[in-house]
């Protein structure tokens, strides 16, 4: 994404929502244990929330009969840019940290094999996704004037309770 195109996004980000009455900006913030990083650039599309269902189907005498399956792990892709300084652009997030502290903290917890939590937060104090999650795939890469551009994949991560469910 060229720097003309995420300051176009990061514009209609906030322009787009006043107008039509909606959450305003957001946040997203990434956790683990007692560290927390929140991205200093949010995309122009949030990430799509998925909710599969894993439904089986049995071919039989009377022919085919569909059974609701158990719910299946959500998954989410972010892409964006991350610069150096979050304080460099005007449209960035007054309180996102800068592109190290932001890798280090995704590389660090995959190193240890740990868990975070992705958080999107409306400015107004709704919530729209809090889920634990693995990463899946992280990439990065550094453009000709020092920012860096990346592209996150997550998979929701459940535990098991003590009444044999499964949270997030």
């Given at each position: 994404?060229?720097?003309?195109q995420?300051?176009?996004?990061q514009?209609?980000?906030?322009l787009?929502?006043?107008?039509?009455g909606?959450?305003?900006?957001?946040?997203?913030?990434?956790?683990?244990?007692?560290?927390?990083?929140?991205?200093?650039?949010?995309?122009a599309?949030?990430?799509?929330?998925?909710?599969?269902?894993?439904?089986?189907?049995?071919?039989g005498?009377l022919?085919?009969m569909?059974?609701?399956?158990?719910?299946?792990?959500?998954?989410?892709?972010?892409?964006?840019?991350?610069?150096?300084?979050?304080?460099?652009y005007?449209?960035?997030?007054?309180?996102?940290?800068?592109?190290?502290?932001?890798?280090?903290?995704?590389k660090?917890?995959?190193?240890?094999?740990?868990?975070?939590?992705?958080?999107?937060?409306?400015?107004?104090?709704?919530?729209?996704?809090?889920m634990?999650?693995?990463?899946?795939?992280?990439?990065?890469?550094?453009?000709?004037?020092?920012?860096?551009?990346?592209?996150l994949?997550l998979?929701?991560?459940?535990?098991?309770?003590?009444?044999?469910?499964?949270s997030?």
């Amino acid at each position: 994404m060229s720097l003309l195109q995420a300051t176009i996004s990061q514009l209609f980000s906030i322009l787009v929502p006043s107008v039509l009455g909606k959450p305003g900006k957001a946040d997203i913030v990434l956790a683990s244990d007692s560290e927390k990083v929140v991205l200093p650039v949010v995309p122009a599309n949030l990430p799509e929330q998925n909710s599969p269902q894993n439904n089986e189907t049995f071919n039989g005498i009377l022919g085919d009969m569909a059974v609701i399956g158990p719910m299946g792990s959500r998954s989410l892709k972010l892409e964006s840019i991350l610069p150096p300084t979050p304080l460099k652009y005007s449209w960035c997030r007054p309180n996102g940290d800068g592109a190290g502290t932001v890798i280090n903290f995704i590389k660090k917890n995959q190193l240890a094999y740990k868990p975070i939590r992705i958080t999107v937060v409306y400015s107004n104090g709704s919530v729209y996704l809090s889920m634990a999650a693995l990463v899946n795939d992280f990439v990065y890469n550094v453009d000709n004037v020092g920012d860096y551009h990346y592209r996150l994949e997550l998979t929701e991560y459940r535990t098991v309770t003590g009444a044999g469910g499964l949270s997030s």
